[in-house]
């Protein structure tokens, strides 16, 4: 089975801080996304990447910013936290050749204080 | 713009009932319609596609249809059981080049003993 694990399960951190979340899938897949989910507004696309060094822009990028120096890890970089990214953050990865199957992590819970 | 939609009010049902959830879309044309299951806290896990020439699948207890006319998917449990109480997303692949998955909100489903 697909592993997609994401270093952190919980963060605590203050506003202006600097947060990285870690993401490293063990299947070879080239693409690789971030959503943060919000009650009420479902999972939201922050960035993606098909490839290493590459990254595309989702729906919300927006204070983020994100990493992809290896195949198999992807980090999403939050330059000055603030309150208002207070969510849960889901990585996943896309399973291969045919529709677009996203293997998902366990997710991060960020709080900004 | 793209809408999709599901039942934002839970669904109670009682145990050994047939569970049916709901997902419809708008000013879309997706080659495949898929069924993620949440639980609380963790990162959704794929469960079943349908593809757009498909009008039925089943896996065990599962099955999802798809009517393009309608432009409407519906989600089916069987005799279902409290482990089902989850949170059931649907998402909209079109398939095609550098595309990406559109997540429904998602519909809690409670099934009690």
């Known amino acids: 089975d697909v592993k997609v694990t994401q270093s952190s399960r919980y963060l605590v951190k203050r506003t202006g801080e600097k947060v990285f979340l870690e993401c490293v899938q063990d299947?070879?897949?080239?693409?690789m996304f971030w959503y943060r989910q919000d009650p009420g507004l479902g999972l939201r696309l922050i960035y993606f990447?098909?490839?290493?060094?590459?990254?595309e822009k989702g729906d919300i990028p927006e204070g983020y910013s994100v990493s992809r120096e290896k195949k198999e890890r992807f980090s999403l970089i939050l330059e000055s936290a603030s309150t208002n990214q207070t969510s849960m953050y889901l990585c996943?990865?896309?399973?291969?050749?045919?529709?677009?199957?996203?293997?998902f992590g366990a997710g991060s819970r960020l709080t900004v204080l | 713009s793209q809408k999709i939609e599901q039942n934002s009010e839970a669904l109670n049902i009682q145990e050994g009932k047939t569970a049916t959830l709901t997902c419809n879309y708008t000013?879309?044309?997706?080659?495949?319609l898929q069924w993620y299951r949440q639980d609380p806290g963790r990162g959704p896990v794929f469960l079943l596609l349908?593809?757009?020439?498909?009008k039925e699948k089943r896996k065990e207890r599962l099955k999802v249809t798809f009517d393009t006319t309608l432009k409407q998917s519906l989600f089916h449990i069987t005799a279902s059981q409290p482990a089902d109480s989850a949170t059931y997303l649907c998402?909209?692949?079109?398939?095609?080049?550098?595309?990406?998955?559109?997540f429904g909100k998602g519909t809690m489903l409670l099934v009690s003993p």
């Open positions: 996943a990865s896309l399973m291969g050749a045919g529709a677009n199957v996203l293997t």
């Open positions: 299947m070879d897949h080239e693409n």
């Open positions: 990447s098909y490839d290493v060094k590459m990254k």
């Open positions: 000013n879309y044309s997706p080659a495949y």
């Open positions: 349908i593809r757009e020439n498909e």
């Open positions: 998402a909209l692949d079109p398939y095609s080049g550098y595309s990406t998955l559109t």
